[in-house]
């Protein structure tokens, strides 16, 4: 790959979703939700959690042991287990609201709705630990952290780490990939990628 393209991409990924991140509608309340938004942010993710795990594997593609290999394992975990489970959390919850909003009833499809929101495997309710969330945001911190080790061994700056730690930790703190999660853990990826390659120069 073209070290100018490869650079691109790196970063370029993590950025977009760092910025889709931003438009992320908060769900508060699921049938007050501004779903052309909703359905938008969480079409757009089933490309970028994968581009952006994709990525950053590639940030230690030219690195050798355990560090760069658990890095890899990590970010292909992340990107499995996020698209099972923003496919159900996201978009199928969004298309069960859609149809909610557009029948003479809509309270009738609460039910259905929660019975997905609430899923202890692929729901998204707050007061719910689902299985796939939490696979893929351990594997996150397990990839980045491993990153930023492999990148350390290889001689490159405090900077990168330390916003890689940051992105590691993201999930963790703030329990949510929309604001701030999400483009806190992104956008620190994005930034570590880009000053991880300029380091390189």
Not at 38 to 66: E, K, S
Not at 131 to 137: E, M, R
Request: glycine fraction near 8%.
């Amino acid at each position: 790959m073209n070290q100018r393209i490869e650079t691109a991409f790196v970063v370029g990924a993590p950025l977009m979703l760092a910025v889709l991140e931003l438009f992320h509608p908060q769900p508060h309340d699921l049938f007050g939700l501004d779903l052309r938004a909703w359905m938008a942010v969480h079409y757009a993710q089933i490309l970028l959690f994968p581009l952006t795990a994709l990525a950053l594997a590639t940030l230690v593609r030219h690195r050798q042991g355990f560090a760069a290999a658990l890095c890899r394992g990590g970010a292909f975990v992340f990107g499995v287990t996020w698209i099972a489970f923003d496919s159900v959390a996201g978009v199928a919850t969004g298309i069960l609201l859609r149809n909610a909003e557009a029948s003479a009833a809509p309270e009738t499809w609460r039910a259905p709705v929660m019975s997905i929101w609430a899923h202890p495997i692929v729901g998204g309710a707050p007061d719910t630990v689902p299985l796939l969330a939490v696979a893929g945001s351990l594997a996150w911190a397990v990839g980045c952290l491993a990153a930023a080790v492999a990148l350390c061994r290889a001689g490159i700056s405090w900077g990168p780490i330390v916003l890689l730690a940051l992105s590691a930790v993201s999930f963790g703190v703030f329990k949510t990939h929309a604001w701030p999660g999400g483009p806190i853990a992104f956008g620190s990826q994005a930034v570590a990628a880009a000053w991880a390659r300029w380091s390189a120069v």
